[in-house]
């Protein structure tokens, strides 16, 4: 979707072409009509990442999967970096993956694994993947495929209702998670604890002085043994994002890479 448009330009050019009328001296005018204020579900819609959005960061947390990274879509690029703490031990796996078009490398490293966990250990490279040794998802999750929105914000919004401008760039509503769950917001199990509460719960959006969104916030209410939640989308550097470019130095990513990836 593209940036919002501002309203001033519109009742401007009203204004203007009433001032022609009337110093033309006609005396049969149509009255014109006076702009229909823009809804604050439109001027949202408006301002989600599209396809023709300069590179910009983004911050996906509190779901089912937290993850960062930079999204290029004019260049059809993105970075993925995922961080989490295995249960039950010290071990962090850390997955960072860069895509441009159809290529894909990963870094990948078991972090704070003691001495004979029998986990593979990975080169500190960034790894080239051949996406023939992939298995179709993973194939499908490392190509670019036009993705511009990475925290579902522009789905959020479809699924929202009562949406109202709250403050200068700021909006407040409701969003149906029945109708959101390729989100990945919240699983199954919580979602059924939810019941009637998961189809209106809390939703705030801002925008920044161009009219794009910079956070969506979903504040996921308990449910059964779950505890009450925040699922946070953020998105900055509009055009100032570091350019994604294709690592130099790279090496084959070995057999382990292929096997962790495809399980």
């Given at each position: 979707?593209?940036?919002?448009?501002?309203?001033?330009?519109?009742?401007?050019?009203?204004?203007?072409?009433?001032?022609?009328?009337?110093?033309?001296?006609?005396?049969?005018?149509?009255?014109?009509?006076?702009?229909?204020?823009?809804?604050?579900?439109?001027?949202?819609?408006?301002?989600?990442?599209?396809?023709?959005?300069?590179?910009?960061?983004?911050?996906?947390?509190?779901?089912?999967?937290?993850?960062?990274?930079?999204?290029?879509?004019?260049?059809?690029?993105?970075?993925?970096?995922?961080?989490?703490?295995?249960?039950?031990?010290?071990?962090?796996?850390?997955?960072?993956?860069?895509?441009?078009?159809?290529?894909?490398?990963?870094?990948?490293?078991?972090?704070?694994?003691?001495?004979?966990?029998?986990?593979?250990?990975?080169?500190?490279?960034?790894?080239?993947?051949?996406?023939?040794?992939?298995?179709?998802?993973?194939?499908?999750?490392?190509?670019?495929?036009?993705?511009?929105?990475?925290?579902?914000?522009?789905?959020?919004?479809?699924?929202?209702?009562?949406?109202?401008?709250?403050?200068?760039?700021?909006?407040?509503?409701?969003?149906?998670?029945?109708?959101?769950?390729?989100?990945?917001?919240?699983?199954?199990?919580?979602?059924?604890?939810?019941?009637?509460?998961a189809k209106a719960v809390p939703l705030e959006v801002t925008l920044d002085g161009e009219g794009r969104v910079t956070k969506a916030v979903v504040k996921i209410p308990a449910a059964g043994k779950v505890k009450a939640g925040t699922y946070e989308v953020v998105y900055d550097q509009y055009g100032k994002a570091s350019p994604i470019k294709e690592p130099s130095?790279?090496?084959?990513?070995?057999?382990?890479?292929?096997?962790?990836?495809?399980?």
């Amino acid at each position: 979707m593209n940036v919002l448009t501002k309203r001033l330009a519109l009742t401007g050019a009203l204004l203007i072409a009433g001032a022609g009328l009337t110093a033309c001296g006609t005396t049969d005018d149509v009255p014109e009509k006076a702009p229909q204020p823009v809804s604050a579900a439109t001027t949202l819609k408006k301002g989600v990442p599209g396809t023709g959005t300069p590179a910009f960061r983004y911050s996906v947390k509190g779901g089912q999967q937290s993850f960062t990274g930079v999204l290029d879509a004019p260049n059809k690029s993105v970075t993925s970096d995922f961080v989490e703490k295995i249960p039950d031990s010290e071990i962090t796996l850390t997955m960072r993956f860069l895509v441009i078009e159809k290529q894909a490398w990963a870094r990948i490293s078991f972090d704070d694994a003691p001495a004979g966990a029998g986990l593979p250990k990975f080169p500190k490279k960034w790894m080239k993947l051949d996406q023939g040794k992939l298995s179709a998802d993973s194939s499908e999750d490392l190509t670019y495929a036009g993705e511009t929105d990475p925290g579902f914000v522009s789905t959020l919004l479809a699924a929202a209702a009562d949406l109202k401008e709250t403050g200068k760039g700021t909006y407040a509503g409701t969003t149906d998670l029945t109708k959101s769950t390729e989100a990945d917001i919240v699983d199954d199990e919580t979602l059924k604890a939810l019941g009637e509460k998961a189809k209106a719960v809390p939703l705030e959006v801002t925008l920044d002085g161009e009219g794009r969104v910079t956070k969506a916030v979903v504040k996921i209410p308990a449910a059964g043994k779950v505890k009450a939640g925040t699922y946070e989308v953020v998105y900055d550097q509009y055009g100032k994002a570091s350019p994604i470019k294709e690592p130099s130095g790279a090496v084959n990513a070995p057999a382990d890479a292929y096997e962790l990836l495809n399980g």
